[in-house]
């Protein structure tokens, strides 16, 4: 190999280190703003249950620069396009409806519960499907969150892992002050075309609560694959 091949390969290689060293910066950077966003809510909704109920509006930023990896159902874009992004943030914001916060124990989850399933809310948190029963109603309500493997900020990456935890705890805590107990009864994959009854509050006529969050992929227990288009959806009832 000539001396000018080897300072041109050595050249690309420092480059690609270069290039994998920036895009490894603005992904943390984009996480660290996503969870101090959602970590604001979360302090928020908990300063409303030690002080007395109240409706919250809460702003999270309107900017794709902010997007998580495959909200759209595909990677993100390239290193030119994310500097582009994170140099252009926008000032512009969205007003949600905090409706307060959601744990599941068994997997560390704590999210704060948005009155939206817009693209930004799902962003900064998990949110209640329009259609489905308000938190305590009879009734089905579903809450959707994304699940991003590897994702420091979106822990609902383990949701799968619930298949194996049936009878576990979720809690919901309103900013009301109302603690909602519920157990886990069962798990379900779900095709989008399948996915309706999961999406009408009328499907259960007992208070019953789900969360759902995108099931593509290996099963993490089981080993099976599952395509594109299908959601993991967890089941829960009122705990007695």
Known sequence: MSKAIKITALSALVLILICGICLAFIETAKSRIRVSYRDAAINAAEEAVKNGPKVISFEVP??????????????????EKLLQDMSTISSEHESLTLLGV?????IGVKEPIWDSCSVNALRYGVGRFPGTAQIGEAGLCNLF???????????LGSIQYLADRIGGEVIVTTTDGVRHMYKIVDTVYVSDSDLM????????????????ACGWGED?????????????????????
């Not at 959601?102 to 068994?106: D, F, K, N, Q, T």
């Not at 009408?200 to 019953?208: F, G, N, R």
């Open 102 to 106: 959601l744990e599941i124990p068994a």
């Open 62 to 79: 309107v900017t794709d620069a902010l997007a998580i990896e495959g909200e759209k159902g595909e990677k993100d874009a390239g290193l």
């Open 145 to 155: 969150g994304h699940r991003q493997i590897g994702s420091a900020d979106t822990k």
């Open 197 to 212: 009854p999961y999406l009408k509050a009328d499907t259960y006529s007992e208070e019953t609560l789900c969360i759902s």
């Open 220 to 240: 993490p227990i089981s080993g099976i694959y599952y395509p594109g288009n299908t959601e993991f959806v967890v089941i829960c009832e009122v705990s007695k």
